[in-house]
């Protein structure tokens, strides 16, 4: 009887330790799995390195299936040899994960279809819904050097400057002014400029911004508008 006890206990420790270890299948909202699920474009912040990605509803692991170009993709983001999965996040994030479950990346919602990750030590990097964002009407960074003018839609113009190709780290280029520029432009002093998330991005050295975003026209206008509504321009 003893020893058919000690038996009976080593049995059911193992089998409570294997279904303790047994993989539960993820259960995700649907709704938030429809929203979600779509063919995408990644793209580093420049949008010189891109890769074609599809978030399926499809069950993989402990997430959801991802289909795209392994060969390639991995190759332009190294962080996707670490990724198996994708799932829904908060407030609408899709979350890349891998073969444990853990998060490799977050993408968290921006404007229009296009989500954003910041990865440390590492870059930005951003995942475009094709349902909503066209790529081909995507602004290239090689489209934006050379010399642009500052003016005011009042006054006309009060800077020339030129956003050049020098490249001067954490994603950023470096900024020439003319030697006839207002004095508001001069006190700012733009030193740096980026492309982000869709928008021409000028970087005091002080950390303060002046961000433009894309009118028509080839057309870029200040945003917020206020206090001061600049725009730039090709000369």
């Given at each position: 009887?003893?020893?058919?006890?000690?038996?009976?206990?080593?049995?059911?420790?193992?089998?409570?330790?294997?279904?303790?270890?047994?993989?539960?299948?993820?259960?995700?909202?649907?709704?938030?799995?429809?929203?979600?699920?779509?063919?995408?474009?990644?793209?580093?912040?420049?949008?010189?390195?891109?890769?074609?990605?599809?978030?399926?509803?499809?069950?993989?692991?402990?997430?959801?299936?991802?289909?795209?170009?392994?060969?390639?993709?991995?190759?332009?983001?190294?962080?996707?040899?670490?990724?198996?999965?994708?799932?829904?996040?908060?407030?609408?994030?899709?979350?890349?994960?891998?073969?444990d479950g853990r998060t490799v990346t977050e993408f968290t919602e921006g404007v229009g279809g296009v989500y954003?990750?910041?990865?440390?030590?590492?870059?930005?990097?951003f995942l475009a819904n094709l349902q909503f964002v066209d790529p081909?009407?995507?602004?290239?960074?090689?489209?934006?050097?050379?010399?642009?003018?500052?003016?005011?839609?009042?006054?006309?113009?009060?800077?020339?400057?030129?956003?050049?190709?020098?490249?001067?780290?954490?994603?950023?280029?470096?900024?020439?002014?003319?030697?006839?520029?207002?004095?508001?432009?001069?006190?700012?002093?733009?030193?740096?400029?980026?492309?982000?998330?869709?928008?021409?991005?000028?970087?005091?050295?002080?950390?303060?911004?002046?961000?433009?975003?894309?009118?028509?026209?080839?057309?870029?206008?200040?945003?917020?508008?206020?206090?001061?509504?600049?725009?730039?321009?090709?000369?």
């Amino acid at each position: 009887m003893r020893l058919q006890s000690i038996a009976s206990i080593l049995i059911l420790a193992f089998t409570g330790a294997a279904s303790a270890q047994a993989p539960k299948a993820a259960k995700f909202d649907p709704a938030d799995v429809k929203l979600l699920a779509a063919s995408y474009e990644l793209t580093n912040a420049d949008s010189s390195l891109t890769c074609a990605v599809t978030l399926d509803p499809k069950p993989a692991g402990s997430g959801l299936a991802l289909a795209l170009d392994r060969a390639q993709c991995n190759a332009n983001f190294g962080f996707l040899n670490q990724v198996t999965a994708w799932i829904p996040g908060v407030a609408g994030a899709i979350l890349l994960i891998g073969s444990d479950g853990r998060t490799v990346t977050e993408f968290t919602e921006g404007v229009g279809g296009v989500y954003e990750a910041l990865r440390e030590n590492d870059g930005v990097y951003f995942l475009a819904n094709l349902q909503f964002v066209d790529p081909a009407q995507r602004v290239q960074i090689a489209d934006l050097f050379g010399e642009w003018v500052v003016s005011l839609p009042d006054k006309g113009a009060v800077c020339r400057l030129t956003l050049t190709e020098d490249v001067a780290g954490n994603e950023t280029f470096n900024v020439r002014l003319s030697p006839d520029c207002d004095a508001g432009i001069v006190q700012f002093g733009p030193a740096f400029w980026q492309l982000e998330r869709g928008d021409i991005v000028l970087r005091a050295k002080g950390g303060d911004v002046l961000r433009f975003e894309r009118q028509e026209g080839n057309v870029w206008a200040k945003v917020p508008e206020k206090p001061r509504p600049l725009r730039l321009s090709r000369p």
